[in-house]
Nanobody, 120 residues
Framework: VQLQASGGGLVQAGGSLRLSCAAS?????SGWFRQAPGKEREFVAA????????DYADSVKGRFAISRDNAKNTVYLQMNSLKPDDTAVYYC?????????????????WGQGTQVTVSS
């Protein structure tokens, strides 16, 4: 299974970006994580295999939205009202199981990461 993340870039504070994560093969429950320079990788958002359940880190609630198109085997992360603190490499991940998961160890597959830089 391969995951291909895309959509990162440079944006001004208050702007928006949409990340995409395309998976080969069947659909999975999925998540987004991020890692800022000098910090540990942290959970951002997750969505169940069906798309019926989602959850977010407190730091992004109300600003980010995770969604999926199972026909395209693609998961999205819409990021609005971006802040400089959102600057990080964003990784998509997928699990063979159906539920939402918050820990990195629950995910079986990882994408290569896409850089998001938010300027002040």
């Amino acid at each position: 299974v391969q995951l291909q993340a895309s959509g990162g870039g440079l944006v001004q504070a208050g702007g928006s970006l949409r990340l995409s994560c395309a998976a080969s093969g069947r659909t999975f429950s999925s998540g987004w994580f991020r890692q800022a320079p000098g910090k540990e990788r942290e959970f951002v958002a997750a969505i169940s295999r069906s798309g019926g359940s989602t959850d977010y880190a407190d730091s992004v609630k109300g600003r980010f939205a995770i969604s999926r198109d199972n026909a395209k085997n693609t998961v999205y992360l819409q990021m609005n009202s971006l802040k400089p603190d959102d600057t990080a490499v964003y990784y998509c991940a997928a699990s063979d199981r159906a539920r939402i998961y918050y820990g990195q160890r629950e995910y079986d597959y990882w994408g290569q990461g896409t850089q998001v830089t938010v300027s002040s």
